[in-house]
């Protein structure tokens, strides 16, 4: 799968881990409720200019580039279930390293944009060993700077620099 599309299935997860979290929905009903015609609404109006300032011409091409972009996005959406599936299932584990890594920070007090960031990053750095390990991290670090707080780039980036430094992860570190 393509960089873009990792990029994108990841925001997606941590968009529904948070759901999950918080909701105490489970896999199914969290799948469901994921709005991807909000999620492309959202996307195209992040890179577009407003529709005014469009001429009449960039209206057929705004309909391939919407075609291209739900293709994208859907198989996003794919990927995105399967690494929520993943965490989900393997998030006892998961949070244990978290646990063990995080001085002085409970689980359930972290911040939970941070904590499902952490947990999507923690298991694909255990189980999905063809991308490099340093790779999850620096996804996970831009993950906390979209979605999370000022300080969670850092946070997110110490703790999991922590646990590479403590932990031999399966697969490659570059």
Same mark, same amino acid.
């Given at each position: 799968?393509?960089?873009?599309?990792?990029?994108?299935?990841?925001?997606?997860?941590?968009?529904?881990?948070?759901?999950?979290?918080?909701?105490?929905?489970?896999?199914?009903?969290?799948?469901?409720?994921?709005?991807?015609?909000?999620? *492309?609404?959202?996307?195209?109006? &992040? +890179? =577009?200019?407003?529709?005014?300032? #469009?001429?009449?011409?960039?209206? +057929?091409?705004?309909?391939? %580039?919407?075609? #291209?972009? =739900?293709?994208?996005?859907?198989?996003?959406?794919?990927?995105?279930?399967?690494?929520?599936? @993943?965490?989900?299932?393997? &998030? +006892?584990?998961?949070?244990?390293?978290?646990? @063990?890594?995080?001085?002085?920070?409970?689980?359930?007090?972290?911040?939970?944009?941070? &904590?499902?960031?952490?947990? *999507?990053?923690?298991?694909?750095?255990?189980?999905?060993? %063809?991308?490099? =390990?340093?790779?999850?991290?620096?996804?996970?670090?831009?993950?906390?700077? =979209?979605?999370?707080?000022?300080?969670?780039?850092?946070?997110?980036?110490?703790?999991?620099?922590?646990? *590479?430094?403590?932990?031999?992860?399966? @697969?490659?570190?570059?």
């Amino acid at each position: 799968m393509a960089a873009g599309k990792r990029r994108t299935a990841r925001e997606m997860a941590v968009q529904m881990l948070y759901q999950g979290d918080l909701g105490g929905s489970a896999a199914p009903q969290i799948f469901a409720s994921f709005d991807l015609s909000e999620y *492309l609404a959202q996307e195209a109006a &992040r +890179e =577009k200019r407003p529709r005014a300032a #469009r001429a009449a011409a960039d209206v +057929e091409a705004d309909r391939a %580039d919407y075609a #291209r972009r =739900k293709h994208r996005v859907d198989e996003a959406f794919e990927y995105a279930q399967a690494l929520v599936i @993943g965490t989900l299932e393997h &998030r +006892e584990e998961i949070d244990g390293l978290i646990r @063990g890594q995080a001085d002085n920070w409970r689980l359930e007090r972290m911040p939970a944009v941070d &904590r499902n960031i952490l947990r *999507l990053a923690v298991y694909e750095m255990l189980f999905e060993t %063809d991308i490099p =390990k340093l790779v999850v991290v620096d996804e996970a670090i831009e993950l906390a700077k =979209k979605f999370g707080s000022e300080q969670s780039g850092r946070f997110v980036n110490g703790l999991l620099d922590g646990l *590479l430094k403590q932990h031999t992860f399966p @697969g490659s570190l570059t």
